[in-house]
């Protein structure tokens, strides 16, 4: 049996259960449930039903193909989603320019709309077999700030509809060492979003210039990002490049040292979360690029709150020795409430995890 407390402002609290029928609610619990009904139908009806509704794309949807006015951009070093490959986005606001600034996200004007799409190449080594397209993250930037709003993609992949409330997805590809893999992709709901994209207040996390510095193939040659974004008008105040810091590619050696690498890894996967302003800062744990400090980056620092997540493990970061250290630890658990980053991955990052066990091996 299940039991629901009901609590009114001046009327004694009455357990509800589940062998009761809704009609014997008290009154002002109907009401209740119809307002919030009302709210969701209100909710609903504010954003657009469907992703074509944003005019993104030309042609068929499932090509995505960006429209004139669409920028298309790549990250250095992405956020690992459980395998998933994706189309990153932006428009600005005709007559519009996004501000460069040199740690942050840049500065976007009100009304830019960024597009994630997450989709699933059915062969890694063969991209020519096709892909799957999931899901795609729209964020708005609204007179009130930031909102992100979640579309699901329709079975014939020719629009993908309005999702308030999530979902999961099962999804099945086969990986780059020849095995079938599958996975249950998470589709979050209209509040998840602010659990990755809130700091202060909430905003992009990706778009950076250290993570946008570098080249994208474009239709007339290759060209470093902001360099294009500053000739077509979209970058204002960037400096000379040379000035401009570039993180690296997690997983490409010759973009930086195996510090340089796992320091950019941490720095998308863990530092939105991880930063002296952000919904982790309390753990004193930061991962941002801007920490410097051994002892916040984890070197011999005990959890604040961390429970069932440390593994049994005393340190964040044991130097020289990635399997005593809770790091290595909540980068290779999928279990709910001890696994790191804590939304949006269900499956572990073999590559990545990688990456840390040699970055914490080398330290001194």
Not at 13 to 28: D, G, N, Q
């Amino acid at each position: 049996m299940v039991a629901l407390t009901l609590t009114g402002c001046d009327t004694e609290s009455k357990p509800f259960t589940a062998t009761e029928s809704a009609s014997s609610l008290p009154e002002v619990s109907q009401a209740n449930l119809s307002q919030s009904k009302a709210l969701r139908a209100s909710r609903k009806n504010k954003f657009k039903a469907r992703l074509s509704d944003y005019e993104l794309f030309i042609g068929p949807m499932k090509d995505l193909a960006p429209a004139h006015d669409v920028i298309e951009y790549e990250l250095n070093t992405p956020l690992f989603t459980d395998y998933a490959q994706k189309q990153r986005l932006v428009r600005l606001p005709v007559g519009t320019a996004a501000t460069y600034t040199p740690q942050g996200p840049l500065d976007f004007p009100v009304g830019t709309i960024i597009a994630k799409t997450f989709y699933y190449a059915h062969d890694l080594n063969d991209l020519s077999k096709g892909r799957r397209l999931i899901e795609t993250r729209i964020m708005e930037h609204q007179e009130s700030g930031w909102i992100g709003i979640p579309y699901l993609w329709d079975e014939d992949q020719s629009d993908a509809r309005l999702a308030i409330t999530g979902g999961t997805v099962e999804v099945t590809w086969k990986h780059t060492d020849g095995d079938v893999r599958t996975n249950a992709h998470a589709v979050p709901n209209l509040n998840d979003c602010k659990r990755c994209h809130t700091g202060s207040t909430m905003q992009p996390i990706g778009p950076k210039a250290r993570n946008l510095n570098r080249d994208f193939v474009y239709a007339d040659g290759s060209q470093n990002q902001l360099v294009h974004w500053a000739k077509i008008g979209a970058l204002e105040g960037l400096p000379e490049l040379d000035t401009v810091s570039q993180l690296a590619v997690w997983d490409d050696n010759s973009t930086g040292s195996v510090n340089d690498r796992a320091r950019a890894y941490l720095e998308v996967n863990c530092g939105h979360c991880h930063n002296p302003a952000g919904p982790a800062r309390n753990s004193g744990l930061h991962l941002n690029a801007e920490a410097d400090h051994p002892y916040r980056l984890g070197v011999f620092k005990t959890p604040v709150a961390a429970g069932k997540g440390t593994g049994g493990r005393l340190y964040a970061i044991v130097p020289g020795k990635p399997h005593e250290s809770i790091m290595e630890y909540r980068m290779q658990t999928v279990k709910a409430g001890e696994v790191m980053p804590e939304f949006g991955k269900a499956l572990v990052h073999k590559e990545g995890l990688a990456l840390l066990q040699q970055w914490i091996a080398e330290m001194d």
